[in-house]
């Protein structure tokens, strides 16, 4: 009995080394899980803060599309209101291009009709002159 109890004391102490060496195992193995555990948060902070740098470029690249937007479409109402200026004033020349000939028609009638006026004039002196003179060479015979 004695000597069965004795060639059991190394198995106990054995199995006592064998209980440290699985603790300090799993020891081991909790602080890699710790150590991975930190890893996977610091990679999904830096997977965070790299998604929150995209969204904003995004945002910015959306900004500038919109601005770029609003620029053309003030620049193309600058482009209208520059040819309705233009045109307006086209307009306003020919209609002073149009008063022009129309003054210069007026001011050619009236000078036909001081031609035709200084014509009758002279006509009815004419008239009257040949008239005086058949009166005097009545009076003289």
Known sequence: MRARGRERKPDRKRKKGRGRERESERARERESERARERENERARERESESASIRESERESERARERESERASIRESEHKRERESEHKRERERERERRRA??????RESERTSERAR?????????QSRKRARERSQKRARE
């Open 100 to 105: 022009r000939e129309r003054e210069s028609e």
């Open 117 to 125: 006026e200084r014509a009758r004039d002279r006509a009815r002196e």
